[in-house]
């Protein structure tokens, strides 16, 4: 590292500066920094708002994108998401007096017999990075747990988890479970995991297959956009 990096002072950037200055933090993972620059921006009266999506959001869609591009790996991946956290759990309860608009919210968690999460953890901070609401409701879930959570939470997303093959086909038992209470149709269901693929996904009846988190980031926009423009032609 040169003298110049060692000797930055965060607080002594300006705005246009120091916004940047964010993107190569959270590219590399530096939690601590992304604190204190939250904080700055904060005492220079932004919005929180504001932070979230043009410091936080823009700089995990670089992360995101190089890491669908195959220049980050999924351990840069998590070091950036961590930092991200940690420049939201200062963001949240702002944001939560404040009111800010939500780009959607996902309930996600790991079918029944299945205890991997790492992919599953990767995906909700990928999605909170990009301004999703993500409720994570863990592993090894039975059908009742995603309907209770689906009733509770009324997300705009299911996400189910699968890394075995013996597990992947009770993600079709969620779904069927879904399809037999008329609730189906009211939820972007998609799924994700090492085994699966998109001919799977498409015979199990979920609306989409992602292949990694930064496709899932997409996916959900996409689908999100759509909802946005049906309920338009609706009004
Ligand atoms: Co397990 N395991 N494991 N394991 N494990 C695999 C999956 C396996 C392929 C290893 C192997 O044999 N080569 C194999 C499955 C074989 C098969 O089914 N055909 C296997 C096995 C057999 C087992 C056990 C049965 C071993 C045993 O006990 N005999 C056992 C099962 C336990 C259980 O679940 N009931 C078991 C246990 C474990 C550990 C506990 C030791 C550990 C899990 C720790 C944890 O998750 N907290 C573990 C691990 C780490 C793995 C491997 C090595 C790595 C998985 C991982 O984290 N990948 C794995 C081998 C492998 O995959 N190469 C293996 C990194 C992660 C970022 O990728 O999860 O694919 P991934 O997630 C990606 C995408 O798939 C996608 O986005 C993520 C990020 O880009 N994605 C989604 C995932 N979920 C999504 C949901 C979405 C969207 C996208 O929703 C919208």
Redesign the pocket.
Known sequence: MSDEEDDLILADLPDDELVPQMFDDLYDGLREEIEEAVNILLSRGWEPYRILTEALVGGMTIVGKD?RDGILF?PEVLLAANAMKGGMAILKPLLAETGAPRVGK?V?G?VK????????N??SMMMEGAGFEVVDIG??NAVEKYLDALETEQPD?L?????????MPYMKVVIDTMAEKGIRDDYIV???????NEEFGRAIGADAY???????VET?KTFMARKHNQVTHAD
């Open positions: 890491f999924v996902m996600i790991t017999g299945d205890i991997h999460d790492i992919g599953k990767l995906v592993i090894n997303i996400g189910m988890s699968a890394l075995l093959t013996t597990t998609l799924v994700g995991g090492a085994p699966l992602c292949r990694d988190a930064a496709v899932a959900a």
